[in-house]
Each structure stands twice: as structure tokens, then as C-alpha cells.
């Protein structure tokens, strides 16, 4: 075997240890994302549940200011007692509201099916239907009337509609689901591909 051989071969190896050392990053920072996408829905799962205690001191805060600026104690102020009543009101729609959050989806560009893990951080919630918003996504169908307690998780699958892969494609899906006292809401789930987050969550209006 020649000297020109040999250099050709190491060369050789050297050039697959390098496609090496960039799958390797190319994996490395791959699961990087994964990470930081799961820190990203922690963040948003704590910080909804930060914003509805911050809600319920305010609501407790106001009541003491009714008793601390009134004469209800003693029975004369029938306005404090309607805004205490409508503040009670607001407490108990605070303590069952359900707090829904996703930590990302993922995807398998082989088949251009995508999956959204959907965690509830609050009280039941009965989830009434899943509305698709995008055209460049089908959605697979998802039972109605599905209880979801708390801690307990839904996973919404689908697919690529047409030509674009599903890593480009626009997903935006809106989950309507009511808590134990029959309020609505509608939660948004909006994003590229597998880069997913809830950008909201609404009240609604029941339906006559």
C-alpha cells in the first residue's frame, strides 16, 4: 500500500470524525432546545399559577379595605356587603379555575404528524371541543366532554395538511373547556412546528 494510500485513508477518517463532532453537536444542541423549551413551559405553568394567587390576595386586599372603611360591621353599608358578595364570588371562580399550559410538542418529519402535550396546573376542567385556526395542519379528532383533573394531561395530534414539512408549518389551536361552575374559557396554543406555547386564555361566553 502506498504512502498516497494511507494519506488517503486518514484523510478519510478524518473527515468522518469531523461529521462526527457536527452530529454530535448537531444532537447535543438539539436536546439543548428540548430542554429549554421544557424549562420555557415550566416557567409559563408557575407563572399562571403566580398570576392567580397575585388575583386572590388583590380580592382579599379589597375586602379588608371594605371592613377597614365601612360601617358594615354594623349593618349600614348595604353596597359593601354587594361588593363583598360579588368579591366572594370572584374567589371561588379563582379557586376552581383551571390553569392549562403545554411544555412544547415535538414532531416526526417522516410522517408529518405533530403531538402537543397539554398539562392542567388547576382545578377539573372539561374540555368541550379542540379548534384547529391553521391551514397548513390537520387536527385528529379529540373526544368532547373529556375530564381532565388536576395534574392529569391531554395530547392533541396531527398532521401537515399539504407540501410544507411540519417544522414550518403554523400551528394555532384553540381549546374550549369549561370548570366545575360551568365558566368558559378558551385557552390559545400558537407557534412553528414543534415551538409551541399558550399565548392565552380567555373567558367566554356560555352559549344560550
Known amino acids: 500500500m502506498t ?28 436536546n439543548k432546545q428540548k430542554q429549554i423549551d421544557k ?17 386572590q390576595n388583590d380580592l382579599i386586599g379589597q375586602q379588608v379595605d371594605i371592613f ?9 353599608d348595604g353596597e359593601a356587603m354587594s361588593k363583598l358578595a360579588e368579591i366572594e364570588t370572584k374567589k371561588l371562580r379563582l379557586s376552581v379555575m383551571p390553569i392549562l399550559r403545554t411544555s412544547g410538542g415535538s414532531f416526526a418529519g417522516s410522517t408529518g404528524q405533530f403531538s402537543i402535550d397539554v398539562i392542567n396546573n388547576g382545578d377539573t376542567a ?3 371541543k379542540v379548534e384547529n385556526n391553521s391551514s397548513d395542519v390537520l387536527i385528529y379528532h379529540f373526544p368532547e366532554n373529556y375530564e ?3 395534574g392529569k394531561s391531554i395530547r392533541i395530534i396531527g398532521s401537515q395538511k399539504g407540501d410544507k ?11 374550549i373547556y369549561e370548570d366545575k361552575l360551568k365558566n368558559k374559557y378558551g385557552t390559545k396554543i400558537k407557534g412553528i412546528g414543534n415551538h409551541v406555547k399558550v399565548v392565552e386564555t380567555n373567558e367566554l361566553m356560555l352559549q344560550q
Open 3 to 30: 504512502s498516497e494510500t494511507w494519506n488517503l485513508i486518514i484523510a478519510g477518517l478524518g473527515s468522518i470524525g469531523t461529521a462526527g463532532s457536527f452530529a454530535f453537536l448537531f444532537f447535543r444542541d438539539k
Open 39 to 55: 424549562l420555557a413551559g415550566i416557567a409559563s405553568m408557575l407563572e399562571a399559577q403566580n398570576e392567580i394567587m397575585q388575583k
Open 68 to 76: 377597614r372603611n365601612t360601617s358594615l360591621l354594623k349593618g349600614n
Open 126 to 128: 372539561t374540555i368541550l
Open 148 to 150: 381532565m383533573e388536576k
Open 165 to 175: 414539512h411540519i417544522k414550518d408549518c403554523d400551528i394555532d389551536i384553540d381549546i
